[in-house]
């Protein structure tokens, strides 16, 4: 095994052996955002980003917190005490030849669409060429997990301690919906919560997950920024 392999190992078996997890499953219609991504990705692209549905959910991931604080915290319970953070520091899981490494994508809340298309084409990219200096790896308030590229649907994801929750994304997937009493063709994005019992209530995760899932049906309520 390779470094990042151990140290793979060790974390996930921590965090699977000692958190109780939670995991609520639901689907977002993603269409109109969608028709959205298709419309901005050119002028994106011209700025040096590449606009997939990542960004696009970092940005929801950022507001959903902060509506949601109990999600944007960690837990120490050798003191019992909740640490609710007042910034928003996104993971983003990526699968590398080395093993899975989380970038962290910093003050997502303070940053446009745009902007984080940009940094994380530029961390990606610097993941590729192993050159991600070890500091952008650290100081996650939440993690995102998007498997949808690989074909994935649902899936458990495993929460990275300190943090109490972690979103897993999976493959969008055009289904019949009915809309206003119509049978109509959406696009659904299946998406996972996990959440450590222990730190978040079911209903807290149900909210929180829920208020993801009307924001990505509301495109609107993006500013795409420049």
Aim: charged share 20%.
């Amino acid at each position: 095994m390779n470094r990042v392999r151990r140290a793979t190992a060790t974390n996930i078996a921590q965090s699977w052996s000692t958190i109780p997890h939670v995991t609520l499953f639901n689907e977002a219609d993603i269409t109109a955002v969608e028709a959205m991504r298709q419309r901005e990705k050119d002028r994106v692209r011209s700025a040096g980003g590449s606009l997939t549905i990542t960004p696009i959910l970092m940005k929801i991931v950022a507001a959903a917190l902060k509506a949601h604080p109990k999600m944007n915290a960690s837990a120490d319970f050798t003191s019992n005490e909740m640490v609710l953070k007042d910034y928003c520091h996104l993971g983003v899981a990526a699968d590398t030849d080395r093993g899975l490494l989380v970038p962290v994508i910093r003050d997502v809340d303070e940053k446009s669409i745009t902007e984080l298309a940009i940094e994380v084409t530029e961390v990606a990219a610097q993941v590729r060429d192993s050159q991600l200096p070890p500091e952008r790896l650290e100081g996650a308030s939440f993690t995102i997990s998007n498997l949808g590229g690989l074909g994935t649907g649902h899936f458990t994801p495993i929460i990275n301690p300190p943090e109490v929750g972690i979103l897993g994304v999976g493959r969008a997937v055009e289904k019949p919906v009915y809309v206003e009493g119509l049978l109509r063709p959406r696009l659904m994005l299946p998406l996972a919560l996990s959440f450590d019992h222990r730190a978040v209530d079911g209903a807290d995760g149900a909210r929180f997950l829920t208020w993801i899932v009307d924001a990505l049906a509301q495109p609107l309520m993006l500013a795409m920024g420049d």
